[in-house]
């Protein structure tokens, strides 16, 4: 093969313009091929053009690199390469030469990685080597020709098969029609919360080993704390958690953010890290008592998470879902006015504290992974926090037009017949679930090549909830997170760009999401200045969307869609939109607001108290 690839890079134009650039040296055992290889490749750099086969003949002759003696056996040699090793299917050679280039990285990859392995080094370098040694590709396109190119641009300009309608006319109109193939969707939300707790209130942290001995160094009354050593666990108030934290002010807001992962809490789904801490002004503080003598002490606004997937405030809670199941509430009070802490973790945003009270944003991604599907698209959904039953469950409840709580109080009968009403108008959806900070793009494309070998599966779009808990192969230990993340935002724009989807169209569609820092908690008009993870990533996403609130907008049901990057149409603008969670829906407020496409705050009606003066009922649409 090496003499057939010599050939083809000496008597074939096509050949060496598509080939020459994957071909190196180190791909040629037999010496004679791999200095006839050197001789071409000096005259390329010097000449900046293809050698004849009597350039490289003449050149071996006069080259002051060889010897007479290894000149002869060369030359000879050279002369057989020429005459009996052309192949004239241009084809069918470069389809043999990618081969022959892949299986002789990837037997060096293996080699290697075999001693690194014995060398301790870390796998994912070992990984993206073999992975690596796998992407040559030949690229048969050179290029669009502009002046010969009319009707196919104008085929493209008008065809609404370049893109997938979201489900919301007024965010398909700002985008051009929807989601297009080959980019990359950006979601941000505000960080998910706790949301306002009293100093005392207990929380249950698994921690590194690291940070137990800066908390045991550092707290005085550490040895009184509840430990259990087996998995690092400590009780502690939340208020002394934060004061070890050396954030405790009088006068002012402290935050802080845990960049290394190491402290967690408990939630239904497991462990989740804690992303950040906050103390907040003062509130009026309540006491509540349930059933079976839990207490928590919260702001009366504190939001509880609800059976139906809702939420409500902590004063018009009538029952508390704890690690036992749902509780009644038999007892509130009023206690006192004082400051109160926030818990930030990544979403589902609920964790359990003060012996097993769960305390409160996939719904978009489920929407659109829904919408997807409604155009028989195949979507594969990746995440890295919920289960996977819990993600269909939500996907259920918008495709089946149910609450989540009534699939679990629904009869089977019922939600076999809605089911059986739309299967065949669906798309193929597979959902597979990773753990938080250990899945990378190379997994991602070993799964895409496992499901198409093993199911048959090609997806037309990918949703990952979500970014900020993905790792970046290419990652140093020196990078920080802004970097990392940014790298991980690039893998993925680059895998939507080079994928194949179902019908066999270079493009995939990718959406994601990331979230937003303390700022944009209950604002109408955060933007990119409130991404909190890292910046690069809006920059290198081609839609980037930030979903704003405030509390009485959840209310409401209505949320902002604020479009802050726009590689479509440029057309950037906020959006009022409205939103069921139970249900995981969103609908278009064309027929209940006038002004649907807000240009300004002042468009959208916000009074005093930062509410919406709207009135909207969702109790009659279904989508």
């Known amino acids: 093969m090496e003499e057939v690839v010599l050939n083809g890079l000496l008597t074939s134009d096509g050949f060496f313009t598509k080939a020459y650039s994957h071909i190196d040296n180190n791909l040629f055992s037999n010496p004679e091929n791999s200095a006839i290889f050197d001789t071409l490749k000096d005259f390329v750099d010097e000449y900046q053009n293809k050698p004849s086969p009597r350039d490289i003949g003449l050149a071996i002759k006069e080259s002051n690199k060889l010897n007479n003696k290894s000149k002869l056996s060369i030359i000879e040699h050279y002369k057989q390469v020429v005459k009996e090793h052309k192949i004239d299917d241009l084809d069918f050679l470069l389809d043999k030469t990618e081969n022959w280039i892949k299986k002789v990285r990837l037997i060096d990859s293996v080699v290697k990685s075999s001693t690194m392995i014995k060398n301790g080094e870390p796998f994912d370098p070992i990984i993206g080597m073999i992975e690596d040694s796998l992407k040559v590709s030949f690229e048969t396109s050179i290029g669009l020709d502009y002046n010969n190119s009319i009707d196919e641009r104008l085929l493209y300009y008008k065809s609404t098969e370049t893109y997938t309608?979201?489900?919301?006319?007024?965010?398909?109109?700002?985008?051009?029609?929807?989601?297009?193939?080959?980019?990359?969707?950006?979601?941000?939300?505000?960080?998910?919360?706790?949301?306002?707790?009293?100093?005392?209130?207990?929380?249950?942290?698994?921690i590194s080993d690291t940070e137990l001995d800066n908390l045991r160094n550092k707290c005085l009354d550490f040895e009184s704390l509840p430990y259990t050593k087996t998995l690092n666990k400590v009780k502690i108030k939340i208020g002394d958690y934060f004061k070890y934290k050396d954030l405790d002010g009088i006068d002012k807001i402290n935050e802080f953010q845990t960049q290394n992962k190491d402290t967690f809490v408990d939630t239904p789904t497991g462990l989740a890290p804690i992303v950040?801490?906050?103390?907040?002004?003062?509130?009026?503080?309540?006491?509540?008592?349930?059933?079976?003598?839990l207490k928590v002490k919260v702001a009366e606004n504190h939001l509880f998470p609800q059976e139906d997937g809702t939420e409500k405030y902590a004063i018009d809670s009538d029952y508390l879902i704890t690690r036992d199941g749902v509780k009644k509430i038999i007892s509130k009070k009023f206690i006192k006015e004082d400051y109160v802490y926030d818990i930030s973790i990544p979403s589902p945003h609920i964790y359990y504290c003060n012996e097993g009270i769960l305390h409160h944003n996939t719904a978009f991604?489920?929407?659109?992974?829904?919408?997807?599907?409604?155009?028989?698209?195949?979507?594969?959904?990746?995440?890295?926090?919920?289960?996977?039953?819990?993600?269909?469950k939500r996907i259920d409840a918008n495709l089946l037009g149910v609450t989540i709580k009534e699939l679990t109080s629904l009869e089977d009968s019922v939600l076999n017949s809605k089911w059986n009403n739309i299967k065949d108008c669906l798309g193929k959806l597979v959902v597979k679930e990773y753990g938080a900070g250990s899945f990378n793009t190379l997994q991602l494309k070993t799964l895409l090549d496992e499901l198409k070998s093993k199911k048959g599966f090609i997806p037309d779009a990918i949703v990952v909830d979500y970014l900020?808990?993905?790792?970046?192969?290419?990652?140093?230990?020196?990078?920080?997170?802004?970097?990392?993340?940014?790298k991980v935002a690039e893998d993925l724009h680059a895998i939507a760009k080079t994928t194949y989807d179902s019908k066999g169209n270079k493009g995939i569609k990718m959406i994601t999401s990331g979230q937003g820092n303390r700022s944009s908690i209950g604002q109408v008009d955060a933007g990119t200045e409130a991404i909190s993870e890292s910046l690069k990533i809006a920059m290198t996403a081609d839609v980037t969307i930030f979903l704003n609130g405030t509390d009485q907008m959840r209310e409401d049901k209505q949320q902002i869609f604020k479009i802050i990057k726009n590689r479509y149409t440029g057309d950037l603008k906020s959006l009022l939109i409205g939103v069921d969670f139970s249900r995981m829906d969103y609908k278009d407020l064309a027929d209940n607001v006038?002004?649907?496409?807000?240009?300004?705050?002042?468009?959208?009606?916000?009074t005093s108290d930062n509410g919406l003066n709207t009135d909207l009922d969702f109790d009659n649409f279904n989508f």
Not at 469 to 486: F, I, P
Not at 594 to 606: K, L, V
């Open 365 to 392: 991604k489920v929407f659109i992974t829904s919408s997807l599907l409604l155009k028989k698209e195949n979507v594969l959904f990746i995440t890295l926090e919920m289960p996977e039953k819990e993600v269909t």
């Open 165 to 206: 309608p979201t489900g919301l006319p007024s965010l398909d109109k700002a985008l051009g029609g929807g989601i297009r193939p080959a980019s990359l969707w950006l979601i941000i939300a505000p960080t998910g919360m706790g949301k306002c707790h009293d100093y005392n209130n207990y929380i249950d942290i698994f």
């Open 594 to 606: 006038p002004q649907q496409e807000i240009s300004s705050i002042d468009d959208i009606g916000i």
């Open 468 to 486: 900020g808990l993905m790792v970046s192969h290419r990652a140093t230990k020196a990078s920080n997170s802004y970097d990392m993340l940014g």
């Open 276 to 293: 950040s801490m906050v103390k907040k002004e003062k509130n009026r503080i309540i006491e509540i008592v349930t059933e079976n003598n």
